[in-house]
């Protein structure tokens, strides 16, 4: 089974905005285990669209376009599908009065362009769209499916999700799965990484190591495509226990966990608070530990003290030792940590000052500087 | 001139990783003037790869692929240029010591598999990679181009800017440049800015006005593709005078400017600063202000008072106010914003509750609701 993503549009052709439906499209694919060879980005073109349709259709089973259903004349995909395939746009009736409906609920009238949006290829299906007015359109052809999504991610996903799998799953036997198993790396660099593990790294499929490497974190990506997903998980838990084994204690997560989730499942699990006492940061590593849902368990408080006056009166740092060492110093910043930890009070206290930049550069200390400390009262 | 983008590699084709190099090539290409019809994506296959080669090099007259430059056995990029092109890959001594010293520089000894970078295809010039190993490849075929960049975004930037760029420039004459102006709204729905602009979304090439829907935000981008900067640029104004016109007060900036930045613009301005109490968004406010440049000098204070005793404790909310009115309510993120104002000193105090969930749902108040108080003494 073979699938080909179309993804419309000028603002994604010409890169005003980036193509997450793509991205999200071909994750969603390769993880129902269809094969994906081409993606494929175009404008509001006729032309240019029907000799990728007419490629794709050819080449792949299945073809999935996203973008160009709304209601405007730049909004050509239907148009253009009708066209390539022969069949005349016909409005339906029932698509309509949904689209009435939906402005109805909202207190407003349909605006006549929007009935543009009930016209569809003779011959094709419309799933209805519940959180927009184009709904998904499937057309068969010669045995290929012709899927045309609507844009928005907010209608894609839940269309996609709701609606296209099931038809997958229904229509096709999807013999083999695809499974991954991410393993998350803080505190060493891609390369350092990379040498402790190039031989995994040389796997070939269906069993394969990739590694990708983000802002402070690595990844090592175990992707598998089997038949039976019991031996799957096993395949898997065998390189996983090969990359723990070397990389131990720098895997701090799997999957979707975020190192600030890692953190709070351990301070939650040894009952422990944690406050911040940031400068340069500016709230960022606050803002990261409360992401965490249930952050509010183990994280009180947490003080931005941008301006020396500040860490004097609210973090009471010495006016003395800031002159003496600097705000941006090993002292300033052992004594945020502690002082926080007593203010809140909690179990630990973390200090962070430092020199973000632009500005701020001085010969002795250089932007990017930056101080951590961590008081635990031991 | 016509331009066309492949992105190369399995990760970007199975959407593991977002395909950010299609979209700053298709920006940077249609800034120049540079058309682009198409963008397309393939994994590390060197028959499909040559398929679009071969398909690119008929239709367009400058092709450039990403990706695929590496050292490890899966980086199929060269090999298939070589082969599609008719050309055998040779070793460039040149480019190997530049990849030894990249190496040495670093402490570190050249792996073996590294020496793979240094073939390229006979005929084509290399450009330098200061920051990485695989230098840039262009191979001119029968007057058309084909460049080829490596993956890595903090590569691919600095060379296209630096060394593709002033080739274009020299190599071409780009009669038609693409200016565009994106006026930034925050406090109208999409469908309501669109309402008061139909006319304008339905401009036609040349001049053409987008409509992008961002958190809190929209976008309105005005694009122009013309033969004289300064006549375009008066066209873009006139469309700029329209459109303010009718949405005024909810323009609040352009181009890149952030929210953040002209709220820190008016503030200086005004010489006036603002601290902020925080609660539920747990820093993402104080974080916002600080990520512009300069808040220092308006921004001494942030306090995260997520739990109701530091609430007490740090920002003298009574506790009985919060017994009695909850923590989430209009009094306390009015006294909220009113203390912190005085706690700084700052001009403006700004205070925030609400219930950002995923628990905290109450029957009379729900996940969601926020308070936000603006406290400036009058």
């Given at each position: 089974m073979k699938a080909e993503i179309i993804s419309i549009g000028t603002e994604l052709l010409l890169g005003d905005i980036p193509d997450t439906n793509g991205q999200y499209l071909a994750r969603k694919l390769?993880?129902?285990?269809?094969?994906?060879?081409?993606?494929?980005?175009?404008?509001?073109?006729?032309?240019?669209?029907?000799?990728?349709?007419?490629?794709?259709?050819?080449?792949?089973?299945?073809?999935?376009?996203?973008?160009?259903?709304?209601?405007?004349?730049?909004?050509?995909?239907?148009?253009?599908?009708?066209?390539?395939?022969?069949?005349?746009?016909?409005?339906?009736?029932?698509?309509?009065?949904?689209?009435?409906?939906?402005?109805?609920?909202?207190?407003?009238?349909?605006?006549?362009?929007?009935?543009?949006?009930?016209?569809i290829p003779q011959g094709a299906t419309a799933l209805e769209n519940k959180n927009g007015t184009a709904p998904a359109i499937i057309l068969e052809e010669k045995g290929k499916l012709l899927i045309s999504l609507p844009g928005p991610p907010s209608e894609l996903i839940p269309l996609f999700e709701e609606k296209i799998i099931p038809i997958f799953k229904k229509k096709f036997t999807l013999k083999e799965i695809i499974l991954s198993r991410t393993l998350k790396i803080t505190g060493l660099a891609e390369s350092a990484v990379a040498e402790k593990i190039t031989d995994l790294l040389r796997l070939e499929p269906p069993l394969t190591l990739g590694i990708y490497a983000h802002t402070a974190e690595v990844d090592l990506k175990i992707t598998?495509?089997?038949?039976?997903?019991?031996?799957?998980?096993?395949?898997?838990?065998?390189?996983?226990?090969?990359?723990?084994?070397?990389?131990?204690?720098?895997?701090?997560?799997?999957?979707?966990?975020?190192?600030?989730?890692?953190?709070?499942?351990?301070?939650?699990?040894?009952?422990?608070?944690?406050?911040?006492?940031?400068?340069?940061?500016?709230?960022?590593?606050?803002?990261?530990?409360?992401?965490?849902?249930?952050?509010?368990?183990?994280?009180?408080?947490?003080?931005?003290?941008?301006?020396?006056?500040?860490?004097?009166?609210?973090?009471?740092?010495?006016?003395?030792?800031?002159?003496?060492?600097?705000?941006?110093?090993?002292?300033?910043?052992?004594?945020?940590?502690?002082?926080?930890?007593k203010i809140a009070p909690s179990d630990i206290g973390l200090g962070v000052t430092g020199i973000a930049g632009p500005s701020g550069n001085t010969l002795v200390k250089k932007i990017g500087l930056i101080y951590i400390a961590l008081s635990s009262g031991e």
């Open positions: 390769s993880e129902l285990g269809v094969d994906i060879y081409f993606q494929n980005t175009v404008g509001d073109n006729p032309k240019r669209l029907s000799f990728l349709l007419k490629q794709a259709l050819k080449r792949s089973d299945i073809v999935i376009t996203t973008g160009g259903l709304g209601p405007t004349v730049d909004d050509i995909t239907l148009e253009t599908i009708a066209a390539f395939s022969g069949n005349r746009l016909i409005l339906k009736n029932k698509i309509l009065s949904g689209i009435k409906k939906h402005f109805r609920e909202r207190g407003l009238t349909m605006p006549n362009i929007n009935k543009r949006q009930a016209y598998i495509k089997e038949k039976n997903k019991e031996s799957a998980w096993k395949k898997i838990a065998k390189i996983e226990k090969i990359i723990l084994g070397r990389l131990g204690e720098y895997v701090f997560g799997k999957d979707s966990e975020t190192l600030e989730a890692c953190v709070g499942k351990l301070l939650r699990s040894n009952k422990k608070t944690i406050s911040v006492a940031e400068s340069c940061t500016g709230g960022l590593i606050s803002n990261r530990i409360t992401d965490v849902p249930g952050s509010s368990r183990y994280f009180p408080l947490g003080i931005i003290a941008y301006s020396n006056r500040e860490k004097t009166k609210l973090l009471g740092i010495p006016d003395e030792l800031i002159k003496k060492q600097g705000a941006v110093s090993k002292e300033v910043a052992s004594l945020m940590a502690e002082n926080i930890r």
